[in-house]
């Protein structure tokens, strides 16, 4: 499983972005996707997930500010970030981790910076 990650960059506090990752084929009937975060000195952090079954979980500090999707036809997940502050500022990183097997496959990450 290849993961490519983009959509990155650098927004004002209040702005939005849209990440996608693609994936390299047609994983998302057996893999929980997930949008993964790593600030500067911090742990990488869960941020949002999505099942098979398209059930999704948020961590509480992006819950209604942002939302995972995906395109099953394009292989390819989104994150879409609303209302981001400075706090969102990380490298994204987006995962692939099989149900049976729960091997875990990594993109390569993107930079969000949020600053005035």
């Known amino acids: 499983v290849q993961l490519q990650a983009s959509g990155g960059g650098l927004v004002q506090p209040g702005g939005s972005l849209r990440l996608s990752c693609a994936a390299s084929?047609?994983?998302?009937?057996?893999?929980?996707m997930s949008w993964y975060r790593q600030a500067p000195g911090k742990q990488r952090e869960l941020v949002a997930a999505?099942?098979?079954?398209?059930?999704?979980n948020y961590a509480d500090s992006v819950k209604g500010r942002f939302t995972i999707s995906r395109d099953n036809a394009k292989n390819t997940i989104y994150l879409q970030m609303n209302s981001l502050q400075p706090e969102d500022t990380a490298v994204y990183y987006c995962?692939?981790?099989?149900?049976?097997?729960?091997?875990?496959?990594w993109g390569q990450g993107t930079q969000v910076t949020v600053s005035s």
């Open positions: 999505i099942t098979p079954s398209g059930f999704t």
């Open positions: 995962n692939a981790r099989h149900v049976v097997t729960d091997f875990r496959a």
């Open positions: 084929g047609s994983i998302f009937k057996r893999n929980v």
